[in-house]
């Protein structure tokens, strides 16, 4: 009876081996379809899905979440409480700012993890109260390649370069009601990534763009929902919404990140001194879904690429090859929480999903953040969850932001 049931354990613990061998398949791809591949049986498996066609645009560093706090909590920001850095996630969000004048700046190195020391990104961004109901914010973001030696196809130098690109940013917000507000965002985008080098007898110049960003906040306090009181907000981002960009005098411009951001948050508060917040993010880039293989008109231009700014975005809705199972792939998710002690205290995590076939990032996020006087400081670190590499893998940033109202406390 004793062997039975050693048997019996041993063939459930191979069942079980198994099963997770054939759930660790490799992914192929064959003639736009999907395949599992089991490397025990090496039988090919259709997952039903189509291969990965992730959605690419130019200048992708605007997209680029900035600032630690968010960071700390899966890349959400839409919705939480308002601090300078909404210039990046809802500016809307800055009408219902309780200081006066705030500015927040912070430092993210950019793949560290590789030994690089000279790529990093900057931003830095501020509002003010004009009164009551209205707040004007700014916001600058400046991206650093580090040195990069140029070669041509056969490994002879060029020479070196230092490519770099940036963003400035005004907005206007203003509070349409007790609990609602919206605001209006535009931007300067200047990517300078090889000015002089020539490729294919075309110059390299740099490019040069011009977007706007529109956004909504609802904000309400429910009183019944617990003891001692809670709050929601629920925020609507486009932002990024302008011109194509090219590097070259070509007419086949590419597409800037356009976006369309859903957030929401929940706070609770708990006692007196004690608050936690629960928020979540979706994003889709309203880009259209790339597909090489369609040029109708034969002039070798992909028909996705030759389609307007604003025709790309309606096209982006429903475009995706696989139809909307597809184009629901195409959204991520961050979700995250913070814990406040005294509002002075913080403790922040969170997790950010994208599909495998979208780009694959997953990747946990913790950090901390504390307020003294006059200024605060945020901590972030990314923990990453799949074998697709990220920029911030192991990677701590940092950043500050100022209470100038504080002077006036005092």
């Not at 700390?72 to 500016?91: E, F």
Request: aromatic residues 12%; negative net charge; glycine residues 10%.
């Amino acid at each position: 009876m004793k062997k039975s049931l050693i048997q019996s354990l041993f063939i459930a613990l191979l069942v079980l081996v198994g099963t997770a061998l054939e759930a660790q398949v490799v992914p192929k791809c064959i003639d736009g379809q999907g395949f599992s591949f089991n490397p025990i049986t090496g039988q090919q498996i259709p997952t039903g899905e189509r291969c990965a066609n992730a959605v690419t645009t130019a200048v992708p560093f605007l997209r680029i979440v900035p600032d630690a706090r968010g960071g700390a909590m899966g890349d959400v920001g839409i919705a939480t409480s308002t601090d300078p850095n909404g210039m990046h996630y809802n500016q809307s969000k800055l009408a219902f700012a309780d200081k006066k004048v705030s500015i927040s700046a912070t430092y993210t190195p950019w793949m560290r993890n590789l030994g690089l020391q000279d790529v990093y990104l900057a931003y830095l961004a501020g509002y003010v109260q004009l009164d009551k109901f209205q707040t004007v914010g700014m916001g600058l973001r400046y991206f650093s390649l580090g040195d990069i030696e140029f070669t041509d196809e056969n490994g002879g130098s060029l020479g070196q370069g230092r490519p770099n690109e940036f963003e400035v940013t005004g907005a206007y917000a203003r509070k349409l009601s007790d609990n609602f507000s919206a605001a209006i965002g535009a931007k300067f985008i200047y990517s300078n990534l090889a000015t002089g080098q020539v490729v294919e007898g075309n110059e390299i110049k740099p490019g040069v763009a011009g977007a706007a960003d529109l956004s909504l906040t609802y904000k309400k306090e429910m009183k019944n929902v617990t003891k001692n009181g809670s709050e929601l907000v629920v925020g609507a981002a486009i932002t990024n919404l302008g011109s194509k960009i090219t590097y070259t005098n070509s007419v086949n411009r590419d597409y800037i990140p356009t976006n369309l951001g859903l957030g929401l948050a929940w706070t609770f508060n708990l006692d007196q001194y004690n608050t936690l917040t629960f928020t979540s993010d979706f994003n889709k880039l309203l880009v259209p879904t790339p597909r090489p293989e369609i040029d109708e008109d034969g002039n070798q231009i992909p028909d996705y690429k030759e389609y307007s700014s604003i025709r790309g975005v309606f096209k982006s809705f429903g475009d995706a090859p696989g139809g909307f199972s597809e184009e629901m792939k195409e959204i991520t998710t961050g979700i995250g929480a913070e814990y406040w002690y005294d509002d002075q205290f913080a403790v922040r995590a969170g997790y950010f999903f994208e599909h495998y076939s979208k780009g694959n990032r997953k990747y946990f996020s913790l950090g901390l953040g504390v307020k003294y006087n006059i200024f605060g400081l945020n901590f972030s670190y990314l923990v990453p969850t799949s074998n697709q590499r990220n920029p911030l893998d192991n990677t701590l940033r940092f950043s500050l932001l100022f209470d100038f109202a504080a002077f006036e406390g005092e």
